[in-house]
Nanobody, 122 residues
């Protein structure tokens, strides 16, 4: 059982940085892998990055590798997405999500936050 709440979105200029936070709570809050996704109008939801529940192993899709960094803090109850060199095409609603207890990032994501809006102006 885990509840997720995203924060940190906003309006920023292209080329700048932003850090999103995902606060996890609940009975098994620290025992889930966590992934970051985004969705913009007219596009499918896109997986971006994930971090393991037990080893802090990370994975990134090629489109964000080298610009975005996922990490854990606060005894595992907070997962960050550090986004650097932001581009207008990064504009989207960003979500954090978790698969079932003990599952890797390859598992089906069952728990979702409400999302936080990121807007990047040119």
């Amino acid at each position: 059982q885990v509840q997720l709440v995203e924060s940190g979105g906003g309006l920023v200029q292209a080329g700048t940085s932003l850090r999103l936070s995902c606060a996890a709570s609940g009975r098994t809050a620290t025992r889930h892998a966590v992934g970051w996704f985004r969705q913009s109008p007219g596009k499918e939801r896109e997986f971006l990055a994930a971090i393991s529940w037990n080893e802090d192993i990370t994975y990134y899709v090629d489109s964000v590798k080298g610009r975005f960094t996922i990490s854990r803090a606060n005894a595992g109850n907070t997962v960050y997405l550090q986004m650097n060199e932001l581009k207008p095409e990064d504009t989207a609603i960003y979500y954090c999500a978790a698969p079932a207890l003990g599952s890797s990032w390859l598992g089906k994501y069952e728990y979702w936050g409400q999302g936080t809006q990121v807007t990047v102006s040119s």
